[in-house]
């Protein structure tokens, strides 16, 4: 079981929306064979971090959504926060709560 320690948060009056990281034991397949190695070697050295992202929303501290990208591998989780694919987990965590909250809305019953 991974457990997410929380690197980020941006708060507003309702809403935490939070990066959250874990360790990735699964060997980086996107590369070749000759750059494996030196990439473990760095992984395994502490020069990268090898991690699971979870971006998540949540409300009165509950997750309403989240989105997650596994194999990252960056030298911080600061230079993953600069990468495209860390706003656009943000972008997908909000667009899902958005769906869970539009969801939740109750129909108005109609006088007669």
Not at 100 to 106: D, E, G, P, T, V
Request: hydrophobic share 35%.
């Amino acid at each position: 079981m991974n457990h997410y320690e929380i690197v980020w948060q941006f708060k507003t009056a309702n809403f935490t929306v939070e990066l959250s990281v874990a360790p990735e034991y699964m060997e980086p397949d996107w590369v070749g064979d000759e750059e494996q190695e030196e990439l473990l070697r760095k992984i395994n050295d502490g020069e990268l971090l090898y991690f699971c992202a979870c971006v998540s929303v949540r409300w009165k501290g509950k997750e309403v959504s989240s989105d997650y990208l596994g194999g990252c591998c960056y030298k911080s989780t600061d230079d993953f926060r600069r990468d495209p694919y860390f706003y656009s987990m943000v972008g997908e965590a909000i667009k899902e709560a958005r769906k869970y909250f539009a969801a939740l809305s109750i129909p108005k019953i109609r006088a007669a």
